[in-house]
C-alpha cells in the first residue's frame, strides 16, 4: 500500500476487555516497530520485528501486552485484561532495513484507545 | 540499553528567530540520528536525519550537527515560520536495531 495503515482508529473499551490493534506496514518493509504515546508523551517503545529474527520484547510494560507478526507482514498488538493507564495512542512503524543498516521509520496514523 | 536524552521540552520562538534543539545518546555504537516532526494529531515524519560519519547536515532552513566524541546532537531550525511549530522528536539508533527516542520538545512560533 501507499503507507503504513493502522486499525481500529479509535476503540473505546471497557476495563477488563481485550483489544486487538492492527498494523498493515509498507509492503517489503523488513522491520516493524510498536510505540505508545501517551498524551502530551514522547514515544515508548513497545516491541520491534525484523524479518525471521525473534522480536525485542524488551518495551512491552507487563504479561498483558503481546504483538504477533504474521508472515514477515500484518502485526496485530494485543492488549489483554485492559487499565485505564493503558489508554493512549498506538503508533506502528515500519522500514526497509538492513541488518547492518538503518533506515527511515514511517509511522501509521495510530490507533486511538480509551478505556473507560 | 541505550538512553537519549532531549532539551528543552518545551521551547517559544518569535516567527523569524532561529530555534536549537539538543540531544544527548549514551551508546557510542548508535550511527544513525534522526529527528521527527510530529504536528498535533498527525503521525511522527522524519525531517532530517544524520549518520555518524559526517559532522553536520543541513536542508533548506534545517540543519543537524553530530558530535561524536560528546554523543550529542543537535537541531537548528533558521527564519522559524508558524508552520515550523510541532513536537520534534531526536531517536538513535545501530544498524538492525531498535529506534530509541527522546522526550519530545514542542516548538511553538509566535507570529
Known amino acids: 500500500g501507499a503507507g503504513v495503515s493502522q486499525s481500529p482508529s479509535n476503540k473505546v473499551t471497557e476495563k477488563g476487555k481485550d483489544v486487538e490493534l492492527r498494523c498493515d506496514p509498507i509492503?517489503?518493509?523488513?522491520?516493524l516497530y510498536w510505540y505508545r504515546q501517551s498524551l502530551g508523551q514522547g514515544l515508548e517503545f513497545l516491541i520491534y520485528?525484523?524479518?525471521?529474527?525473534?522480536?525485542?520484547k524488551s518495551g512491552l510494560p507487563s504479561d498483558r501486552f503481546s504483538a504477533e507478526r504474521t508472515g514477515g507482514s500484518v502485526s496485530t498488538l494485543t492488549i489483554q485484561r485492559t487499565q485505564q493507564e493503558d489508554s493512549a495512542v498506538y503508533l506502528c512503524?515500519?522500514?526497509?532495513?538492513?541488518?547492518?543498516?538503518?533506515?527511515?521509520?514511517?509511522f501509521g496514523e495510530g490507533s486511538r484507545l480509551t478505556v473507560l | 540499553g541505550e538512553n537519549v536524552e532531549q532539551h528543552p521540552s518545551t521551547l517559544s520562538v518569535q516567527e523569524g528567530d532561529s530555534a536549537v534543539i539538543k540531544c544527548t545518546y549514551s551508546d557510542s555504537a548508535s550511527n544513525y540520528f534522526p529527528w521527527y516532526k510530529q504536528e498535533l494529531g498527525k503521525r511522527p515524519q522524519l525531517i532530517i536525519d544524520?549518520?555518524?560519519?559526517?559532522g553536520e547536515k543541513k536542508d533548506q532552513r534545517i540543519a543537524v550537527t553530530l558530535n561524536k566524541t560528546a554523543k550529542h546532537f543537535s537541531l537548528h531550525i533558521t527564519e522559524t515560520q508558524p508552520e515550523d511549530s510541532a513536537v520534534y522528536f531526536c531517536a538513535a539508533s545501530k544498524g538492525g536495531n531498535q529506534f530509541y527516542f527522546g522526550t519530545g520538545t514542542s516548538l511553538t512560533v509566535i507570529p
Open positions: 509492503s517489503g518493509h523488513t522491520a
Open positions: 544524520i549518520r555518524s560519519n559526517v
Open positions: 520485528f525484523q524479518g525471521n529474527s525473534a522480536p525485542d
Open positions: 512503524a515500519s522500514s526497509l532495513m538492513a541488518s547492518s543498516n538503518t533506515g527511515e521509520l514511517f
